[in-house]
């Protein structure tokens, strides 16, 4: 977990030649390294520059990912995969589901991509964010972060908003539940919302690297709530069926500006009944 750390800060910290390859936008390259996936769309931009590399199904060759995180990156994203899939059957478990339900069947465990993000320094850290508060695009994210502290959690939900700290811890690391877990799980796992503070004016810069079990934005996969199965479950579906493809284009087309995905993609509450005609 440390080389991987060390791996994104060094790339980070090469001189602007050698990062410029890699600057694209384009969604459709394997690996983009920018600064705002979301510029232009989001209210406010976040003070932290993003690799992004989608590293499976199908895995990128050793020369497409930058030098300083080539093999170590690779080594890492496949131990990951591997905690995912145990995640997923062990969640599945809890639900009364059948184990492959949400890895297998729902398509939890289809693709993995990594952000590994650089919050730099910032002189005027009241004026800004590292991140803002959002929810994660994929069914579950894991995240390794280094020493440097930020990163905020809401406990409980809103309306009543309370930001708590999630402090990083020496070899630990912190599984959120996404979006697409919420709508296929039908409610029943929740998304956290959180945000990262910004790096203070005398650095060092914070670097965290975080595996989004999600899709392309090119996926066809269904993401159908699950009704009933377990204790707990709703009757009915609480959000209309979509694929992977769609919702990731409805975040990002959004972008981060605070509000939630998966609110595009809530049924209605049936309409109250309309009073008797009058007699
Ligand atoms: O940098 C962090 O700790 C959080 C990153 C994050 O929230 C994300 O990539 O979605
Ligand atoms: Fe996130």
């Known amino acids: 977990m440390d080389e991987m750390l060390a791996a994104v800060r060094r790339f980070n910290e090469e001189p602007l030649e050698a990062k410029v390859p890699y600057y694209t936008r384009d969604v459709a390259s394997k690996v983009r390294f920018s600064s705002n996936f979301d510029l232009f769309r989001s209210p406010a931009a976040n003070w932290r520059d993003t690799m992004f590399v989608e590293m499976f199904p199908e895995v990128p060759s050793p020369e497409e990912i930058p030098p300083p995180c080539r093999g170590v990156l690779e080594e890492y994203a496949a131990a990951v995969r591997r905690l995912g899939e145990r995640l997923f ?39 800004t964010m590292g991140a803002t508060k959002h929810s994660d695009p994929s069914f579950l994210t894991v995240l390794l972060q280094d020493t440097s502290g930020g990163l905020q959690a809401v406990l409980p939900r809103p309306p009543e908003e309370r930001w708590v700290d999630v402090p990083p811890v020496a070899g630990a690391l912190v599984v959120n539940v996404g979006d697409l877990l919420q709508l296929v799980s039908n ?56 694929t992977a493809g769609e919702f990731l284009a409805h975040y990002n087309g959004k972008g981060l500006d605070g509000r939630s995905a998966l609110d595009h993609f809530r049924i209605p509450a049936a309409a109250a009944s309309p009073p008797p005609p009058p007699q």
């Open 187 to 242: 409610e029943r796992l929740r998304s956290v919302e959180h945000r990262v503070l910004p790096t203070g004016a005398a650095g060092p810069a914070r670097v965290s690297v975080a595996c989004f079990f999600s899709l392309a934005y090119s996926s066809t996969r269904p993401c159908v709530p699950v009704v009933g199965g377990g204790s707990g479950a709703r009757a009915a579906a609480v959000y209309r069926s979509t």
């Open 89 to 127: 059957e062990l969640m599945s478990e809890a639900l009364g589901l059948p184990a492959g339900y949400l890895g297998r069947d729902a398509g939890g465990t289809d693709g993995l991509s990594v952000a590994a993000h650089y919050y730099p320094a910032c002189p005027e850290p009241e004026a």
